[in-house]
């Protein structure tokens, strides 16, 4: 059910979960960042952290992926 809740929150709109991101920090004083480095791990937390950062700053995220990747040329 988790699964299919989490699956299901990633194809509402980008408004709509930024909006959801500020709520969840109002309200529990931690950013939503925050909360998934404390209770995941691995690539599941990889992901997700990905997926709400490019959520959050579409251009920064992609900025921060080529400069990372460019890194050490």
């Not at 960042?33 to 599941?44: A, H, P, Q, R």
């Not at 490019?54 to 890194?71: L, M, S, T, V």
């Amino acid at each position: 059910m988790f699964a299919l809740f989490n699956l299901r929150s990633f194809f509402l709109s980008f408004t709509y979960l930024r909006q959801f991101f500020s709520e969840y920090q109002s309200q529990t004083k931690k950013t939503i960042e925050d909360t998934i480095k404390s209770e995941m791990s691995g690539n599941l937390a990889k992901t997700y952290l990905a997926l709400i950062s490019n959520i959050r700053n579409r251009p920064g995220y992609f900025a921060q992926e080529i400069k990372k990747a460019i890194k050490g040329l």
